[in-house]
């Protein structure tokens, strides 16, 4: 019988999908992006710094080689990725500006706060730093895993035996699959007194840790502005925001100009990108206490900005704040893999401050004590030697005389065994001295390691017998690290106030005309002469020209019954067009401007009244007859609209209007109109649909169009749809009573709006 053909194995779309991407998100998470606890290195940067050091043997002190080199040696046995990123990699560990404390001694063009790029890596050449040999010095003592590399040809390592508090120390930046880790930097010296305060005081909590660690401690400087209170909460919870801005100096020169220095930038900031965003806000004139600026830096960040003679150095530095990068946020993550009973995978987890300085500590003592066996283990195989060159050293002539009369190396061993008392190994290294070695002296000399080597057996015994002891030489190590490496803190903590801003400051205070069209663009000129010549789109016409200041507030009632605000100042400055109000404004769609006015800026006051008006109320009304009267909240701008008014479904509002006068009158497109008391008309101090003001006729062909409170003897102007307009007395509309349906006072023609005279 035949073998049946092999069927294809079949597998759900969806299980197969999921497990193949959870696959790849656990090699993403443990394999790439985070870094480890112990040595605080991702896997590339592991590579990069074990190749260096173990293969190309590129120390602090050797001459250092070709990146190309580098890349070559880390791709071909250890990290089977791109090399570029491989290159970039190692770029950044050469970056002081990038790494707090770089592990990697570049020479060539390795990029600079502008945001330049490296040279390629034919051009550049590297070593580590004497720092990173601290990382690496104790890898033959068995201290650490190692594992096959990617073709199992060669060993590597799963951490390093660093004796640094590297991820502490640099920080760590990653982006996982559905994680991500941002560790900030810190100063070595306190992070050494941090961890010498929890090897004397092992149940110490962040709390405690915060009197040694005073914050991050930003590789370009800057000046931090959390408190205390907020630092503890971001170490205690592993997250947080740490607000983070750069520093400045005021010069004065002669003839009375004076300049602010900018000699720190936060963390991360391209130089060359804040110097452009600096000058647009000048050219643009949103800066207008500032002339120019300008990039003298050198090897230390200095960017100068001219100042005005009058202006304020502190209001300058305070509009830089709120709208450049001159001030930024470091959004604290401290998420990291912790070590499991697999050495080779480690586990995601957020941690704490704590958290961070025990699993070093940890990892120390775990390295020291495999040191320390590793160094018995050695101590004991060379004594072992030494007890046998001893031994015979009383007979030599015997041993001699064996070794000449034996037949063959394996004899020689053999009857040395028997004569001697020898095992295999002292034999065959009785057999591999010289015979020089057989002199007096260096019998002495042999005597004299002897003595030496059991010494140290004898100390090395008592601290592996010890914890306490193991502990003590963990702390004097770390602290010989800091004082060694160790260097002032750069980033300044809490070092002054946050600068008040106040928008107004920084409008340039001239006349201005705000045009609205009735299309629904907006824009701002320094004066209209003739409105029929401003330039408009095809088919548009001016629907309001509004004359004030910069300094006045633009507000817009739109149908859908919501008020917005504007500065003037914000409004486009332009001769074309303008941009439409959606662009400014976050209307809705079909939402049109209803009314528009300007809020003059009162001296002395927050806000000032509507244009002849003391109070600030207005009427409003809908096209279906609904009204009411309120004062609206115009205090603060809001491009996202406050809600004026309920409107119905198939309802808009048709008019806005400031309250001038005891009398209202109600217009319908149809000419109708109806006269009654203002306080017929409800007053709301919340947004609501009000009472019925007229009734416009159940057919839907007519509507209101608008409604004004005017005093009894005054006149009012009522627009036709052609554009024409026809004076009117208030007591020329018959008086009725609210909600009636009025007479026809228009009697050609109809009527489009009404306004005030």
Request: charged share 30%.
């Amino acid at each position: 019988m035949g073998h049946a053909a092999s069927l294809p194995l079949e597998t759900d779309l969806r299980t197969a999908a999921e497990e193949r991407y959870l696959s790849y998100a656990l090699s993403v998470i443990t394999s790439r992006a985070l870094p480890d606890v112990r040595d605080g290195l991702k896997p590339v940067q592991r590579r990069i710094l074990y190749a260096m050091h173990q293969n190309l043997r590129l120390t602090a002190g050797a001459r250092p080689r070709k990146s190309a080199a580098v890349v070559g040696e880390v791709l071909g046995k250890y990290h089977p990725h791109g090399d570029q990123a491989a290159y970039e990699a190692m770029v950044r560990m050469a970056q002081p500006f990038a790494l707090r404390y770089p592990l990697v001694h570049g020479e060539g063009n390795f990029g600079s706060l502008d945001g330049d790029s490296a040279a390629a890596m034919r051009y550049t050449e590297a070593r580590v730093t004497a720092l990173a040999e601290e990382m690496l010095a104790d890898l033959g003592a068995e201290t650490v895993p190692f594992r096959a590399n990617y073709d199992s040809t060669l060993d590597e390592p799963i951490v390093l035996p660093s004796a640094i508090p590297q991820l502490l120390m640099n920080g760590s930046t990653g982006i996982a699959v559905g994680m991500a880790t941002n560790i900030p930097p810190h100063n070595l010296r306190e992070i050494v007194a941090a961890l010498v305060g929890m090897i004397d005081e092992p149940e110490l909590g962040v709390k405690g840790l915060l009197k040694h660690v005073k914050g991050p401690d930003f590789p370009t400087g800057g000046e931090m502005l959390n408190s205390k209170r907020e630092l503890r909460e971001v170490y205690e919870t592993g997250q947080g925001a740490i607000r983070l801005r750069g520093e400045y100096t005021e010069e004065r020169l002669p003839r009375g100009k004076r300049q602010i220095v900018v000699t720190s930038l936060p963390y991360t900031v391209n130089k060359a990108e804040l110097v452009e965003q600096i000058a647009q806000e000048i050219l643009s004139r949103r800066l207008p206490q500032a002339i120019d600026v300008r990039d003298e830096s050198t090897a230390d960040v200095r960017v100068v900005l001219e100042l005005k003679s009058d202006a304020s150095a502190d209001a300058v530095m305070a509009y830089l704040y709120k709208h450049t990068a001159l001030q930024t946020n470091f959004n604290v993550n401290l998420t990291c893999l912790l070590p499991t009973d697999n050495p080779a995978v480690g586990q995601p987890a957020r941690v704490t401050l704590a958290d961070l300085c025990r699993h070093f500590l940890d990892f120390r003592m775990i390295v020291v004590t495999r040191r320390l066996e590793h160094e018995r283990r050695q101590l004991e195989a060379r004594l072992h030697i030494l007890e046998a060159l001893a031994r015979i050293y009383d007979d030599l002539d015997r041993a001699i005389r064996i070794i000449r009369k034996a037949e063959s190396r394996a004899d020689a061993a053999t009857k040395l065994m028997d004569a001697f008392r020898l095992d295999q190994v002292q034999a065959d290294a009785i057999l591999e001295i010289r015979l020089y070695q057989l002199a007096r002296l260096e019998i002495e000399k042999i005597r004299a390691e002897r003595a030496e080597r059991r010494k140290r057996l004898k100390e090395i015994e008592a601290l592996l017998a010890k914890p306490r002891e193991r502990w003590k030489l963990v702390r004097t190590e770390l602290v010989a690290i800091g004082e060694k490496y160790g260097d002032a803190r750069r980033t300044k903590i809490g070092g002054g106030e946050e600068l008040a801003y106040d928008p107004e400051a920084y409008i340039v205070h001239e006349e201005a005309t705000v045009l609205l069209s009735r299309d629904g663009w907006l824009k701002r000129v320094r004066e209209v002469k003739d409105p029929a010549a401003t330039r408009l789109r095809e088919g548009d016409a001016v629907a309001a020209m509004l004359p004030g200041t910069t300094r006045d507030r633009l507000v817009l009632y739109s149908t859908r019954g919501t008020v917005y605000v504007l500065r003037v100042a914000d409004v486009p400055a332009t001769t074309g067009y303008g941009e439409p109000v959606q662009s400014l404004l976050k209307f809705g769609d079909g939402e049109r401007v209803a009314a528009a006015r300007l809020l003059r800026a009162a001296e002395g006051e927050g806000q000032g009244a509507l244009p002849g008006l003391e109070a600030k109320a207005v009427l409003v009304a809908t096209a279906r007859g609904y009204g009411f009267r309120t004062e609206p909240d115009l205090s603060e701008t809001t491009r996202a609209g406050r809600r004026l008014a309920r409107v119905g479904e198939g309802d808009e509002v048709v008019s806005v209007e400031p309250v001038l006068g005891k009398a209202v009158v109600v217009a319908t497109a149809r000419g109708n109109m109806v006269r009654f008391g203002l306080d017929e008309v409800a007053e709301l101090s919340g947004p609501g649909r009000g009472v019925i003001l007229t009734r416009p006729g159940k057919d839907g062909e007519d509507r209101v169009v608008g409604a004004l409170a005017l005093p009894p003897d005054a006149e009012f102007v009522a627009v036709t749809p052609e554009g024409g307009e026809r004076r009117l007395d208030v007591r020329d509309v018959p008086a009725g009573k609210r909600g009636g349906k009025g007479q026809k006072v228009v009697k050609r023609g109809g009527v489009a709006a009404v306004r005030a005279s």
